[in-house]
């Protein structure tokens, strides 16, 4: 590919909602990412309203639940570039990419995505401390499905 085929490309990728790109033609190979925003998400309230009708107190007792979620305040979601089937390591023999509390860095590879018989290596995007994995191996992921959650 020469400077022009390659502006081109760029152009294309910019102009559409794709969020990475990647081309390999022969030894060459090309991966064109946009850069990523952090998702700060915040924990889920659970609102509890009165039903419509109140059962008689000898019939039904009930004690209202409250939902207990980790705080993901300040974390950082990495999440899948591509629809595909999650893998943890390269190979069922292998040891896991990355688990629960192992400190990473830009640019480690934290899973595959096989997507169409292509295995496509997703790397961390920052910094920090793996605090969750939120898919199991071998699970099929939707594009923009969060993966991991990193503390930074």
Excluded: H
């Excluded at 022969?26 to 309203?49: W, Y």
Aim: hydrophobic share 40%; aromatic share 6%.
């Amino acid at each position: 590919m020469n400077f022009n085929e390659i502006k081109e490309l760029i152009d294309i990728v910019d102009g559409s909602d794709l969020q990475e790109t990647i081309i390999e033609q022969g030894d060459f190979k090309i991966i064109m990412r946009r850069a990523c925003t952090p998702v700060i998400s915040q924990p889920n309230v659970l609102q509890v309203t009165e039903p419509a009708f109140q059962p008689s107190p000898q019939v039904l007792n009930v004690e209202p639940t409250v939902l207990k979620e980790e705080p993901t305040w300040g974390l950082i979601e990495s999440r899948s570039p591509i629809v595909g089937t999650f893998y943890q390591s390269s190979s069922p023999d292998s040891p896991p990419f990355v688990s629960i509390n192992d400190t990473i860095k830009k640019g480690d590879v934290l899973c595959i995505i096989e997507a169409m018989k292509l295995m496509n290596e997703i790397e961390a995007e920052v910094s920090g401390t793996i605090v969750e994995i939120l898919v199991e191996n071998g699970q099929a992921v939707e594009y923009d499905q969060p993966l991991f959650r990193i503390k930074p």
